[in-house]
């Protein structure tokens, strides 16, 4: 699996991209092999839907995007370099997952968005809450980044507390942002809406997600289909030429 460029690499990794190949993966030394040669690559930019059955391996694709696994043979590379050559601040800083379910403190939403970049400026503050879309009128917001956020993020919604974790996660900028059904406690409509605003908001960043949903897949530039560990729909996205 690769995923490339990695930020502030130099240019010959665009040309050279060496293939990443996740020959197996298994959870248990005796188990059974949880991935089986998926192979993929995803350029900057691009937004990659993964979708299939319950037990595909999904949200083992994504683990091991994050590195919390390294496959037992073949390997995964972030702009050329296998994840497994980067430290891990440098890995954490490229590459952010936006848990299901995010810890909000007391205090206000911009509080809890500035949480991980407390020296961010206000207006990057804003800029992420925007392509979040805690700005809409449609995530019923009156008060904005203001509005305050009670004990472990009493008062606000799952579909709003989702939001607030994407635009935590955005401020960071990462280089990969994973999504794993984080956008499911919102409608399905809304989900797709922020994966569109999301691609448009891309630059050259990457989104991962999992989602079952049609509107949410069709958002996407690529869907992956993956079942029992393989991939078995490659490169068919609605909205994309396919990847190199
Ligand atoms: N920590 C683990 N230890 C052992 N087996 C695991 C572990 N995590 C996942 N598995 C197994 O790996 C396989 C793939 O699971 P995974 O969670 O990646 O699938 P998924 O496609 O994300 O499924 P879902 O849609 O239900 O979340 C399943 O057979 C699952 O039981």
Redesign the pocket.
Known sequence: MSIFPAPRQPRTHHTHPPTGTLNAFR??PE??A?LSEVSFSVRPGETVALT??????????VQLALRLWDPDSGRVTLGGVDLRDLADADLRALVTAVPQRVDLLTGTIADNIALASPDAPSRRLRAAADTAGLLDSAAGLPLGLDTPVGERGTGLSGGQRARVALARALLVEPRVLVLDETLAHLDAHAEAALTAALRTHASDRITLL?SHREATLRAADRVLE?RA?RITVPNTGTNSTPSG
């Open positions: 959870h248990q188990g059974h949880v299939g059955p319950s037990g595909g391996g999904k949200s083992t694709c999992i993956l560990g």
